[in-house]
């Protein structure tokens, strides 16, 4: 499974490691706690940097 994240700083990709660990919601954040425990979970496959603060207020109503 892959997992798509935002940031102001542009979009991250990350491959689940353990797709077991999702199945518990309500404690899903102490999974991420650490980076240590974050790095047992999801790995990062790609990060794709925004080229300027227009491209990044320009995809913002698009992930909205």
Do not use: R
């Not at 798509?4 to 919601?25: H, M, N, P, R, W």
């Amino acid at each position: 499974m892959l997992v798509l994240f935002e940031t102001a700083a542009g979009y991250a990709i990350f491959k689940v490691l353990d797709e077991s660990k999702l199945q518990q919601v309500d404690s899903l954040y102490k999974e991420f706690e650490t980076p240590e425990k974050a790095n047992k979970i999801v790995k990062l496959k790609h990060f794709e940097k925004f080229q300027d603060t227009t491209e990044a207020l320009a995809v913002c109503p698009a992930t909205s």
